[in-house]
DNA sequence: AGCCGGAGTCAACATTGTTGACCGAACTTC
DNA sequence: GAAGTTCGGTCAACAATGTTGACTCCGGCT
């Protein structure tokens, strides 16, 4: 490899660049062409650098969660340490969490959703549980979680979107923490 | 209005292979020459015709939902219900669906889905529902629905999707059921 | 007959992602 | 030190996209 003064900071500011419009306005509404602007480079040199502009977006497009607030919480507090995690996830994770979304009509940026719903709510969660049914448990919890988001960011719902934090997270850890540990084991009552 | 033959005829092709191409392949896969091709037709024809892709799209993408089993039903089947209703959703729904979600990057289309959840899942379960909480419980069990289709469709969690679909209308229906109609009243409980 | 309004056709435009040809500099090798 | 190779950078071009304008054509009105 050679000259590594220039190349490098070029690559990482067209990174960067990319990170920012695609958080900030989709995979489709931004360009090659405002990302090599921002960048203070060429066009040609985005693509030469990452293949494509698809591949450029799965490079720079990684939705990442602190798993310990999951790991280290009393089993019965998990619905409630949930809900907060997902309800303090800030301005960069709901930008990555939408480009996801709305790009995962593009085959490859649907893989990559799936996988990011795997591990990150479905696998902490999947780890705490025990039982025969703990899979399917753990899986219905994560589609709640996710239906947070989608109702919150996707779907806009402006009633939930006006509620008090605390209440949200009141409700929706009660919400998760029945769906991870259900309070009657399905059947009929046997007093 | 003049010759009422071929321009309707005409507008009515260009309506229903859009309908196809965008259920199928989604808002940005599928371009005006594909519609014009299906259709039969001119791309200048479809501009014509319905202003812009985008209004198109718009115009024939609709997402509608038979209201009746819902407002019929007993008021503690309601979540059963609901998940049946969800869980039997078809090929049709589930295309006008994901090309609204992923659509939902460009704001119009954006505005339709915020509508078409608020209409299609809140309005008929709020109108089920009393009490001081009772619009927050139905935009929750909105969010938990909107989270089953996010999780099916959206993400595509394999292991939801290979479920026996008797068991997970039997998980969903209790599990909205205790968001509609909470069994105890949020306390602890006082044995 | 003569006009007029809308449907249809064709060519063009700007913008998109992507590619290839060329240039220059820096490091390796003799 | 000279030659060569390899990589970053620049520019022009390509095909495909949504959209527009000019033009034709035809049915129905005055």
Not at 17 to 45: C, K, M, N, W
Not at 113 to 133: A, C, I, S
């Amino acid at each position: 490899m050679l000259q590594t003064g220039s190349s490098v900071s070029t690559r990482e500011s067209i990174h960067s660049a990319a990170a920012q419009l695609f958080r900030s306005r989709g995979y489709s509404r931004t360009t090659v062409r405002q990302i090599a602007a921002e960048a203070g480079t060429d066009p040609a040199l985005v693509i030469r650098h990452f293949k494509s502009k698809e591949l450029l977006f799965l490079e720079t497009m990684h939705l990442t969660l602190d798993d310990e607030p999951l790991l280290d919480v009393p089993l019965e507090r998990l619905g409630e340490r949930l809900a907060e995690l997902l309800l303090d996830l800030g301005g960069s994770a709901r930008g990555v969490f939408l480009a996801l979304v709305h790009g995962s009509n593009e085959p490859h940026i649907h893989d990559r959703l799936r996988d990011t719903h795997e591990h990150l709510f479905v696998e902490p969660l999947r780890r705490r549980l025990t039982g025969p049914d703990a899979d399917v448990r753990a899986r219905t919890a994560a589609a709640v979680a996710g239906g947070l988001l989608y109702a919150l960011w996707v779907a806009g719902d402006q009633g939930l979107l006006r509620m008090d934090r605390a209440e949200l997270v009141s409700r929706y850890g009660a919400l998760l923490q029945d769906v991870l540990t259900p309070r009657t084991p399905e059947g009929p009552r046997t007093p």
